[in-house]
């Protein structure tokens, strides 16, 4: 099991579990995540690292990751166009020797050799870095509270930052970044590793408690191994090909509300420091930076959790009294064990994956943070949203096991207009009220990302998946703060869940409520596409060998959860390697030709009757949207393939998926024997430059 054998001690947990209290119903104790994580402890075996830190067990999620330019249409085309752009300078750097020299060569033998055995790992840190800033602040309030230096600054900023806004009309503009990159240039920065053996602070204050790889102290001292040590090359790679990819994307996107000429610092929200080591200048407070509305401190150091790829948090923003105004400088931290590794390479799955962890870490820092939820206002205005209660809280799930015990758990949620409108039109759903935070993880993911369970792949949960879309979800969040408006663009398409009505989102996961392929499965090692087409994969269901709480009990069986834990233990089919999805053009070597097996951009994974066996098989072939209708490539030939029926094209029987609204909010249709043979089908063959998909829902 290896990680999972290192930091797990099964016996302490069995024992815990075992004196839980045996009548659980409606029980409250039911419902922490602390129990939750104890119930899925046995099923992760490597794909977390469990630690203890003040009586309450966190999962340090592990994953593999690899994400592709998936081209599906139009609607995602700008942010893929965009990310393209900086993999193609990357390797045009690559081939005129931009970035090598021969300093680099020993350390990316010794990255490549310990990415076989090390599995990329992400555990979302937001919400642990910004508690860990708010007790700095409070301790260096304790150290000035006399300081001369600290009542001048405070005087200048409360004049400046505490005059309500008194225009009326709205105006925006493309949000302007400035990029502090002088903590990843030459070897400035204390707190980094610049060669091996070094010893820096993670952290602060300065101790001499040596860190341990599950992140269980800090602060901490760390010794620098070799895929930590930043080098010229690695430091030009993150700044050219990471940093100014996400800068773009989110210039392309997102416009501030009432923007001003100049960024002035608020000494309130970080006391001279916006993270360990990285001092505000004096004049950042007085006469401020001119043509910026957020400052990026760029860092590349080590965590004292291994699992850790990067973080972000927020260090300025306008305070007054409990409302917090929009964050407009923040750090984030590119941790270089796992960004060294990718120095040199050709790989345009991981490089996506890399631009897509700091666009996700870059929308905590603009305010997708539970620090901030509450603080969400009315445009130019300081009324907050909801008559004062904030975008994020609480309510009251409630349902029933399969064998029919009833239950009530608290959960939290986003309950803002724009989520809201998103989710109804998502989902096709009219009473939704609220979409659903997840409650599974320690501090750092909890809270701050969506359920998993609800939003599957969208990159604003708490785990890297191999697709990340950039979706409406998190830009409607990020427009109910009254801080931003997002740019007349469209996003990437949210495919998860999508038309699959009231009871997949407002229930928990069951047969009948999820009765879709790939979402819900019943038989351990059964081979199905995955809910959202993107890759091939299997069914894995657990038996743990004790009883489960009632929110977990998905089958009439309570000893029996999915391997999801994520997803609330949901029976779904997940892949098992980064060889089954069907957009990894690399992966074409691998296709079953006696099907005309496609691995393309376009490709989505779709069943077949294997006309050996009359088994359900799966292939991946390319798909297309022609008049609001879902069509499959296979050989040369197009058809179309309606909801829930079976075609049949060049000699092989596809079984048309059941709700599969990509192309259209079509009612579904009960399944049927019916065959189509695709010479009746529209063969029509379309340049693929004239492929339309259907609009955002």
């Known amino acids: 099991m290896g990680l999972f054998d290192n930091f797990m001690y099964l016996g302490k947990v069995k024992n815990y579990v075992d004196n839980l209290p045996t009548d659980r119903n409606n029980s409250q104790e039911a419902s922490k995540p602390e129990l939750k994580v104890l119930i899925f402890m046995k099923l992760i075996n490597d794909v977390a690292l469990v630690n203890k830190i003040d009586g309450s067990i966190f999962i340090f999620v592990y994953c593999w990751n690899s994400p592709i330019f998936k081209k599906l249409g139009n609607e995602d085309k700008l942010i893929n166009d965009i990310i393209k752009k900086g993999y193609n300078k990357l390797i045009t750097d690559l081939k005129s020797n931009n970035l090598y020299h021969h300093d680099e060569l020993k350390y990316?033998?010794?990255?490549?050799?310990?990415?076989?055995?090390?599995?990329?790992?992400?555990?979302?840190?937001?919400?642990?870095?910004?508690n860990q800033h708010k007790i700095r602040i409070q301790q260096e309030l304790k150290k000035n509270n006399n300081n001369f230096q600290f009542q001048k600054l405070q005087n200048s900023t409360t004049t400046k930052t505490t005059a309500a806004t008194t225009t009326e009309e709205i105006t925006s503009a493309p949000i302007r970044f400035k990029i502090d990159t002088s903590y990843i240039t030459g070897t400035f920065d204390k707190y980094a590793c610049y060669k091996v053996g070094d010893v820096v602070m993670v952290g602060s204050p300065v101790t001499n408690t040596p860190c341990n790889p599950d992140g269980s102290v800090y602060p901490c001292l760390y010794t620098c191994n070799a895929e930590d040590v930043q080098s010229t090359v690695y430091q030009k790679f993150l700044i050219t090909s990471i940093v100014e990819t996400m800068v773009e994307i989110f210039e392309t996107k997102l416009k501030v509300i009432n923007p001003q000429n100049s960024l002035i610092f608020n000494y309130d929200s970080n006391k001279g420091y916006c993270h360990y080591g990285i001092p505000i200048p004096n004049s950042y407070y007085d006469t401020g930076i001119s043509n910026t509305d957020m400052y990026i401190y760029v860092t590349s150091r080590p965590y004292s959790s291994?699992?850790?790829?990067?973080y972000a948090a927020a260090c300025n923003f306008a305070t007054d009294s409990s409302l917090l105004g929009r964050p407009t400088a923040a750090i984030i931290n590119f941790c270089p064990?796992?960004?060294?590794?990718?120095?040199?390479?050709?790989?345009?799955?991981?490089?996506?994956?890399?631009?897509?962890t700091g666009i996700h870490e870059m929308t905590h820092a603009l305010g997708f943070s539970s620090s901030f939820f509450d603080s969400y206002v009315v445009p130019n205005t300081k009324t907050v949203i909801r008559n004062g209660e904030g975008a994020s809280g609480s309510f009251i799930f409630s349902d029933t096991t399969p064998s029919g015990e009833n239950y009530s758990i608290l959960k939290s949620g986003i309950f803002s207009d724009n989520v809201v409108q998103f989710a109804k039109d998502h989902y096709r759903c009219d009473n939704i009220t609220k979409v659903e935070l997840e409650d599974f993880g320690s501090t750092g993911t909890a809270g701050s990302h969506w359920e998993m369970r609800v939003v599957g792949e969208e990159y604003m949960i708490g785990y890297v998946s191999p697709t990340m879309p950039i979706t409406d979800l998190s830009m409607s969040l990020l427009k109910d703060s009254g801080w931003y408006e997002i740019a007349n663009t469209t996003q990437e398409q949210l495919v998860y869940g999508k038309g699959l009505g009231c009871d997949f989102v407002q229930k928990m996961c069951s047969p009948k409520t999820w009765n879709y392929t790939g979402y819900f499965c019943s038989t351990n090692g059964?081979?199905?596409?995955?809910?959202?087409?993107?890759?091939?994969?299997?069914?894995?269901?657990?038996n743990l060998g004790f009883k489960l709480p009632l929110q977990y009990q998905h089958f009439t069986d309570p000893y029996l959860v999915g391997s999801s834990v994520s997803s609330d233990g949901c029976p779904i089919a997940t892949v098992e390697d980064n060889n089954?999805?069907?957009?990894?053009?690399?992966?074409?070597?691998?296709?079953?030709?006696?099907?005309?097996?496609?691995?393309?951009?376009?490709?989505?994974?779709?069943?077949?009757?294997?006309?050996?066996?009359?088994?359900?098989?799966?292939?991946?072939?390319?798909?297309?949207?022609?008049?609001?209708?879902?069509?499959?490539?296979?050989?040369?030939?197009?058809?179309?393939?309606?909801?829930?029926?079976?075609?049949?094209?060049?000699g092989i029987t596809v079984v048309c998926p059941k709700s599969y609204y990509i192309c259209s909010y079509s009612p579904s249709t009960e399944a049927s024997s019916e065959e189509i043979n695709s010479s009746e089908a529209s063969s029509e063959e379309i340049n693929s430059s004239s492929i339309l998909l259907p609009s955002l829902s």
């Open 580 to 650: 089954s999805y069907c957009f990894d053009t690399s992966k074409q070597s691998t296709a079953n030709n006696y099907v005309y097996e496609e691995y393309t951009e376009t490709s989505k994974c779709f069943e077949y009757k294997n006309p050996t066996n009359q088994q359900i098989d799966q292939a991946c072939w390319q798909q297309r949207c022609l008049n609001g209708t879902l069509q499959i490539k296979i050989n040369t030939e197009w058809f179309d393939c309606p909801d829930s029926k079976t075609v049949v094209s060049n």
């Open 108 to 130: 990316n033998k010794l990255a490549l050799e310990n990415e076989k055995s090390k599995p990329m790992g992400y555990k979302c840190q937001h919400d642990k870095i910004l």
């Open 306 to 310: 291994s699992s850790t790829v990067a």
């Open 526 to 542: 059964q081979a199905s596409c995955t809910g959202t087409r993107a890759a091939k994969g299997k069914c894995k269901i657990e």
């Open 337 to 356: 064990s796992y960004f060294t590794k990718f120095v040199g390479k050709e790989n345009s799955i991981e490089y996506n994956m890399y631009v897509r």
